[in-house]
């Protein structure tokens, strides 16, 4: 099978993405890939690291203000069409298959115009700008949340979950913790703050580390590569402190995530996949900077089945941090509560349900 995937920007496009493709590798080996992305996207940098094919387009979001960079915008669509549907006769794809972001609009668009069966997946609870332009051109609309059913036409809906989410499931447990630093042995916290990290969460973090001295527990915190000389100045204390290590980015989530107690981030869609069907307690900070405000909706999916608990972006201190962390670090029995919660949202078999909506299509 030739299967062509498209999704970009931010982590939560990406990685669902990457994970379509690893499933139909590990399931049918001969089979072919092409991802499709920009050159500006994290998916530039992470697609290549996973020896998948990889192709650009130049494309740019639309400004939701008046503003004369829309020309531009609508400029960059049309060409972006034509190289899309020159890659694609290229290839030959027998699905083509959009994971959201703006990237996937030409993609997607051009394969429907030149008859090839076409999927896309939305991972919030709110549709974004892209899948709703895209949802009239497609053959399926595969969802994560049956919130979501209402932008779409509703025979080409279906609920299937998040990929990474079976992703996740599968990996096998090999201790990672010592790469950063940190005791395999301890009870451990990631903090992070999506797949670009979060000045919010970065400014609290700052506030935060002495606080977390001589705690029984540690702390993994991946600032996100922008953010990351900020902690240049702290670096004597990071140093003195044996139960905290920075990085700019966490490349195997997967295997930090299984290796850990539980985890503080923002409420993206596949960082809540992946912590739903692992079964991880956690501790949400919605971001207020996304459409319609859906990470609170994210959250509060979990918050209200005493899945997850929540700190409010404007609320967020270090001091606030440090006093949440320790409500689930040092209590195991309130862990494990919020652990069985947290499983009981999973949708583990996401990926075999999404691989469903192919198999009827190809
Ligand atoms: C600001 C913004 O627009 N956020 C959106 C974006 O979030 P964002 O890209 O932050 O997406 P998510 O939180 O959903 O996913 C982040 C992904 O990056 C991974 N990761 C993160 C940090 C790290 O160091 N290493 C790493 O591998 C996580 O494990 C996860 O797989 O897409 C999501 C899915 O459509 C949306 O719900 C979010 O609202």
């Known amino acids: 099978m030739k299967v062509l995937v498209s999704g970009g920007g931010t982590g939560g496009h990406i990685y669902p993405a990457i994970s379509i493709v690893r499933y139909i590798k590990e399931k049918y080996p001969d089979s ?3 991802y499709i992305g920009t050159e500006k996207g994290l998916e530039s940098k992470l697609v290549p690291n996973q020896h998948i094919p990889f192709k650009t387009i130049e494309i740019q979001g639309f400004y939701r203000t008046l503003t004369l960079k829309n020309f531009k915008t609508v400029y960059l669509f049309l060409t972006s069409i034509k190289q899309a549907k020159k890659y694609i006769k290229e290839f030959q ?3 083509v ?3 959201g972001g703006y990237v996937c609009g030409s993609v997607v668009y051009a394969a429907s115009k030149l008859n090839i069966p076409t999927i896309i997946h939305e991972q919030n609870s709110v549709a974004g700008m892209t899948n709703k ?10 969802i994560c949340f049956t919130d979501a059913a209402e932008y779409f036409p509703k025979e080409k809906v279906a609920l299937v979950g998040n990929p990474r989410a079976q992703e996740v499931m599968m990996v096998d447990k090999k201790e990672v913790l010592e790469e950063y630093g940190l005791d395999s042995d301890k009870p451990t916290i990631v903090i992070f703050g999506g797949s670009r990290g979060a000045q919010t969460i970065n400014n609290a973090m700052k506030e935060a580390l002495p606080l977390f001295k001589g705690k029984p527990y540690q702390v993994l915190y991946a600032s996100g590569t922008i953010y990351f000389d900020e902690f240049k100045e702290k670096e004597e204390l990071i140093k003195q402190l044996t139960n905290v290590t920075v990085v700019p980015y966490i490349d195997n989530m997967i295997d930090v995530l299984i290796n850990v107690e539980a985890l503080v981030g923002r409420a ?4 809540m996949a992946e912590i739903t069907a692992l079964g991880l307690p956690s501790i949400l900070v919605p971001s207020p ?14 918050v209200d089945k005493q899945a997850a608990l929540m700190i409010k972006d404007s609320e967020l201190t270090g001091k606030s941090l440090v006093e949440q962390v320790d409500k689930l670090m040092l209590d195991d029995n309130y862990r494990q509560t919020m652990a069985k919660a ?3 949202e999973g949708i583990p078999d996401a990926m075999d349900r999404l691989y469903g909506l192919i198999q009827e299509l190809t």
């Open 268 to 271: 993206g869609a596949t960082s």
């Open 289 to 302: 900077n996304v459409t319609d405000d859906h990470q609170t909706k994210n959250a509060k999916s979990l």
């Open 342 to 344: 947290s499983k009981a």
């Open 97 to 99: 298959i959009g994971t």
């Open 32 to 34: 072919e890939f092409l």
């Open 93 to 95: 794809p027998d699905i």
């Open 133 to 142: 332009f895209l949802s009239k051109y497609v053959d399926k609309v595969g």
